[in-house]
């Protein structure tokens, strides 16, 4: 009774969750509501409550080490932006070749989300669409290809995306092997629709007239370069240091923005008194998006409580007596976090699996997890995100892109499952 009463309250939270624009109640006010009602239905069923809040703490300590990583990693981001850090990759995009800039934007998306995250990356690279492509069918387009490139970039790297961040931290995956292993699958699943794309892409685009904005020039080349190759090191720097001192990724993360902090603060001070505060790391952190980092928080403490009961387990139990085939499960996972948050599910693998540390089950897991989501627009930050600057349909997105995606992810999964073959 006690599990079922669980379930159903999870599955209501979840439903909430997926129709969170519908409902307009934030994804985030729906996970934490879940989380803390599952958590006391547990502690009003069982005698021994201090059991259940050492129990809570035990998997809260983990959780917050997840928290303090993506934290420091999008103030990082947002300190870079309020420097106009980007510049750098944006402003070195001349060409109005339609198949030229396809290719490049696709291209910088792949890479720069393997460092950045897909959707930072995603927000950045769209943002300098609406400055270069004048046409919207035309944006829509490249706007698509982004959301792949940007899902399929984050894929291959610790810290290109959330849920690849997750199994890394939960010890699941190394950083050099994920890399190694998912670099070619993840690869192709972006350039198969971009080849696609590139059959019918023909002409040149046209960009829309230049603004007549006065534009106060506050921060010098140096300055811009300077933040961004510092937070770029930062993050790049992350795994190095975990490797070397063995300390959880926070920490590494911490390193990086601590030593942001104090040059922002140097040069901040440099400035005339009404403008050091918009160049402060303070102001970076304060743009960061809290409602993200309270919804993964809910989420996480949600599959937690399925975790106790034992709900995950049968679930496991169940895949394995029904499907069998791992493969199978993970390429289903995959399709479904289209439909689905990926880091619940992501989650509730990491709870019900127990392979070892780059196990080819966790490498699959992380593809199709971190690449599944750009079959639909709502399946991923970077689409939702899409959706929200360039008003993408719904219906439009799965008549025009959703088919690219399914045959780049399906792909991405045949080459990384024909590589493990050859490495036997």
Request: aromatic letters at 10%; charged letters at 15%.
């Amino acid at each position: 009774m006690l599990e079922l009463i669980i379930v159903t309250v999870f599955i209501c939270g979840y439903l909430a969750i997926a129709f969170e624009h519908p409902l307009k109640i934030n994804k985030a006010a729906s996970a934490l509501l879940t989380c803390v009602i599952c958590w006391s239905i547990y502690s009003f069923s069982i005698v021994d409550k201090d059991m259940v809040s050492e129990v809570l703490l035990g998997n809260m300590s983990e959780i917050l080490g997840i928290l303090i990583f993506l934290l420091g990693a999008m103030s990082i981001v947002e300190a870079i932006d309020s420097y106009d850090g980007f510049r750098i990759i944006t402003d070195r995009i001349k060409t109005t070749n339609k198949r030229k800039l396809l290719w490049t934007v696709s291209l910088i998306t792949f890479f720069l989300s393997a460092v950045l995250d897909n959707l930072t990356t995603t927000i950045v690279l769209i943002s300098l669409l609406r400055k270069l492509v004048a046409k919207q069918r035309t944006r829509l387009i490249m706007a698509g290809m982004i959301i792949i490139s940007a899902n399929a970039g984050g894929a291959w790297t610790v810290i290109g995306d959330l849920t690849t961040t997750m199994l890394w931290i939960g010890k699941q995956i190394t950083a050099v092997e994920i890399m190694h292993k998912l670099f070619l699958p993840s690869l192709v699943c972006m350039l198969i629709p971009l080849i696609l794309l590139t059959i019918t892409a023909k002409g040149n685009v046209r960009t829309p007239p230049l603004k007549n904005i006065s534009v106060t020039q506050a921060v010098t080349v140096k300055e811009r370069n300077t933040i961004f190759f510092l937070g770029i090191g930062a993050l790049l720097f992350v795994p190095v240091f975990k490797s070397v001192t063995h300390l959880p990724p926070f920490m590494g993360i911490l390193f990086g923005l601590s030593v942001m902090w104090i040059f922002m603060e140097y040069v901040s001070h440099k400035r005339p008194s009404n403008e050091q505060y918009r160049y402060a790391m303070l102001h970076a952190i304060r743009r960061v998006d809290m409602s993200s980092v309270f919804f993964f928080m809910g989420i996480l403490l949600c599959i937690t409580t399925l975790e106790e009961i034992g709900t995950l387990d049968k679930v496991t139990h169940w895949l394995d007596h029904t499907v069998k085939n791992h493969n199978i499960i993970i390429m289903l996972i995959g399709v479904l976090s289209a439909i689905v948050d990926n880091v619940p599910l992501v989650a509730a693998t990491q709870a019900m699996y127990d392979f070892p540390t780059d196990h080819a089950f966790w490498d699959f897991i992380a593809y199709c997890a971190g690449t599944g989501g750009s079959m639909l627009i709502i399946g991923s930050a970077a689409g939702v995100a899409a959706m929200g600057i360039e008003k993408i349909d719904f219906i439009w997105y799965l008549r025009n892109i959703s088919w690219l995606a399914f045959c780049g992810f399906i792909s991405g999964a045949l080459v990384y499952l024909l590589q493990s073959v050859l490495a036997g």
